[in-house]
């Protein structure tokens, strides 16, 4: 599927050194240069998981020097993935069906786009 294979990290901690911040995020998915940092919105607080993941974002574009930085916020219901590149941040977003069980087209969405975004940046 992949060329390079992804690596999952599981609390990770970010410092940079321009950036001058510092911070810990839930997963760190890497391929490669290309990374992707997953906040966990605790009790749906997506503006703070929000905030940690810019400072993620400052931070790998201080490390890797990559324009192109990708994070997502989720409560495993609500996705949004919100992507930095030069002129700015642009954010999309994606809901799985709240149900007794997770219906497959949902997870198969979810899964597309970080396939997406590990694949192309």
Not at 80 to 98: L, T
Request: glycine letters at 6%.
């Amino acid at each position: 599927m992949f060329k390079k294979t992804p690596v999952i990290m599981l609390v990770c901690k970010l410092s940079g050194t321009y950036a001058k911040s510092n911070g810990v995020v839930d997963f760190l998915i890497t391929r490669g240069k290309k990374r992707v940092f997953i906040v966990e919105a605790r009790h749906c607080d997506f503006k703070k998981s929000s905030f940690q993941g810019v400072l993620g974002m400052a931070v790998a574009v201080d490390n890797i020097n990559k324009e192109c930085v990708y994070r997502i916020a989720t409560n495993y219901v609500e996705w949004k993935y919100p992507k930095r590149i030069c002129a700015g941040i642009e954010q999309f977003g994606d809901v799985v069906n709240r149900n007794d069980f997770l219906p497959q087209s949902d997870i198969k969405r979810v899964a597309s786009r970080l396939h997406a975004i590990l694949s192309g940046c």
